[in-house]
């Protein structure tokens, strides 16, 4: 259930070194009703590798993605941001890629909400998705969705089925997946001649120079550089054309690819910023761990109860690797219903209903949800102005939270 991995994935060196350690985490999705409260919690190694040769960084370990999936919940048509994010990538491309009758397939394409948007346009399109629950909405609205895993296996049967795909997208997909080398020969199968892949994901730099430790979970299995790419792409016949930053996800590349061996220009000044100094990311992080629990204990000593207000996955990342539990923080609230009466992994804090903020008044609110802290300082006004704090878990490092996150 879960396996080691001892090659780069991009590369196949065996060049990899330790950089960050998160320690032994409980899943950080795999939110707890009550009952399983006095269950033993899986936990599993959350450790960073960098390849020496490609920078590309990845967890030690891999967990069976049937236990890390079983229910999936983030749903695109839930965040109208992100949904309009991805139809303007969609338009821009088929402007560009695809010709009348062409099609375009998007890999992830979860509830389908934004080839949705196309579809109406008369664009052929299908959707790829491994979530049984976001495939049957997405057939429901017409968008037909293939429920499965993107595999050459099943690019091929889309090939012989309804021909090859001018346009591929894979958005937030890549860190996800383990065989990329399987994801590439189902690419080289099903992309047509002269179409072109589009891939979106978290950006490695970003990650280091702006200290997210709380975004390495199980489920991504990958942090990637644009050398990293290169080198995955080579090895299968496919040249980058361009790489474009995001302000999604704490900051996110877009990298466009086609057949062929010979990367854009613009490519390599990309690489050389690419010097990740994993050393400073460590010691900032460490810090942090130190100076928050030593704010905690403070709060608590002088009588003031702390809140963690949200609880996204990175919330769970945070509270587990600084030990934060319910002596400290006793209640987390949240605004997702399913979450909702659940408890952290790990940490074992009641998610509540954030209406209980106003209510029951605690001393201060830590942000764990800190990329959406601008929405929740614009929702929570009526606590602040009687008296209630928010504070973000870098606070102490960084005075104001990081603006360029924005998912
Ligand atoms: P998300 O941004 O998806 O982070 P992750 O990928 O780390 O899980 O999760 C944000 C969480 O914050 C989600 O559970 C909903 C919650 N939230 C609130 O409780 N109140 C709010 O006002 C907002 C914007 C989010």
Request: hydrophobic share 40%.
């Amino acid at each position: 259930m879960i396996n080691a991995r001892t090659d780069c994935r991009c590369c196949r060196s065996k060049n990899l070194n330790e950089v960050f350690r998160l320690g032994d985490q409980p899943f950080a999705n795999a939110f707890l009703r009550s009952e399983q409260l006095s269950e033993l919690e899986l936990k599993a190694p959350l450790i960073i590798m960098e390849c020496s040769d490609c920078s590309m960084a990845q967890l030690s370990h891999i967990v069976d993605p049937t236990v890390l999936y079983r229910e999936y919940s983030f749903v695109t048509g839930s965040s109208q941001w992100m949904t309009s994010h991805f139809a303007e990538l969609l338009r821009t491309n088929i402007r560009d890629f695809v010709p009348r009758g062409g099609l375009v397939v998007e890999i992830g394409s979860n509830d389908g909400s934004a080839l949705l948007s196309i579809k109406r346009e008369g664009i052929r399109c299908i959707g790829v998705d491994p979530a049984t629950n976001l495939a049957a909405i997405a057939n429901d609205r017409g968008v037909t969705t293939l429920c499965d895993f993107f595999s050459e296996k099943l690019a091929t049967a889309i090939t012989t089925g309804v021909g090859q795909a001018d346009l591929i997208v894979a958005c937030n997909v890549l860190g996800h997946i383990d065989d990329l080398d399987d994801f590439c020969l189902g690419v080289k199968k099903l992309l047509a001649a002269n179409g072109r892949l589009v891939v979106e994901v978290p950006y490695v730099r970003w990650l280091v120079s702006n200290n997210e430790c709380d975004t390495i979970y199980h489920e991504h299995l990958s942090y990637f550089s644009v050398g990293a790419f290169v080198h995955l792409f080579h090895r299968f016949g496919l040249q980058i054309e361009k790489v474009e930053s995001q302000a999604v996800h704490g900051g996110t590349i877009r990298v466009t690819a086609k057949h062929g061996t010979e990367n854009a220009s613009s490519v390599q000044p990309w690489i050389v910023e690419e010097k990740l100094d994993w050393t400073r990311f460590r010691t900032h992080c460490e810090t942090m761990r130190l100076q928050l629990l030593a704010w905690l204990i403070r709060e608590k000593k002088e009588g003031h109860v702390i809140w963690g207000y949200g609880a996204p996955a990175k919330g769970t990342v945070l509270l587990n690797y600084c030990g934060i539990e319910s002596d400290l923080i006793p209640v987390v609230v949240d605004s997702t219903p399913s979450k909702q009466g659940k408890f952290v992994p790990g940490t074992h804090q009641p998610i509540l209903n954030p209406e209980e903020v106003l209510k029951q008044m605690p001393s201060a609110c830590l942000v764990l949800a800190w990329n959406h802290y601008q929405e929740i300082e614009r929702k929570e006004s009526a606590y602040k102005q009687a008296g209630g704090k928010l504070r973000t878990p870098f606070v102490t490092l960084f005075p104001t939270p990081n603006n360029n996150r924005t998912s």
